[in-house]
């Protein structure tokens, strides 16, 4: 990932987007195989060439969302078609990770939170799952962060 700048440098948001990649990658195995979150961290930094990654985000991500999962599951089941546990397992990660931002990391803004998720969701889910994870983040944004959704949502003043 670099800037195109020539320098080799990842942007700040080249390197967010490495860390969510990694993370939904270490989430997706800790939900499969039921590995501890500190030995999968352990394997990842190990095994990957994590040099242009936000490591924070990344450590954040992987042990966040499983100390919050059942906070996240709570906000993202009444946003759902169908029960959690038929989700496909990509997706579920996905959105367990957009819901912990979209809780968590305010700082980050909730269409940030949403691009960076359907981002994922095309590259690492089903043909059709970044519609289904927009729309449920979509509907959860507006719970969470409903006060910066009404902002976004009204029309510039004129002068």
């Known amino acids: 990932m670099s800037t195109g ?3 080799g440098k990842a942007s700040m948001s080249e390197m967010r987007r490495s860390a969510r990649q990694f993370s939904l990658q270490a989430l997706y195995q800790w939900l499969l195989a039921g590995t501890s979150v500190a030995e999968i961290e352990v394997q990842f930094r ?6 242009r990654t936000d490591l924070a985000l ?13 906070e996240l599951d709570s906000h993202l089941a009444p946003k ?27 700082e980050v803004p909730y269409r940030v939170v949403i691009n960076e998720c359907v981002e994922l969701a095309k590259v690492f889910g ?3 799952s970044h519609k289904y994870v927009n729309g449920v983040l ?6 969470l962060r409903s006060a ?4 976004r949502s009204r029309p510039a003043p004129k002068f």
Request: hydrophobic share 40%; glycine share 4%.
């Open 5 to 7: 700048k020539g320098n």
């Open 46 to 51: 190990t095994d990957n060439d994590m040099s």
């Open 58 to 70: 990344f450590r954040e991500l992987l042990h966040g969302v499983p100390a919050r999962v059942s």
């Open 80 to 106: 759902l078609d169908r029960a959690l546990a038929e989700l496909d397992p990509i997706e579920k990660c996905i959105l367990r990770m957009g819901a912990y931002e979209l809780s968590q990391r305010l």
């Open 126 to 128: 089903a043909t059709e």
């Open 138 to 143: 979509d509907k959860l944004a507006k719970e």
């Open 148 to 151: 910066e959704v009404l902002q």
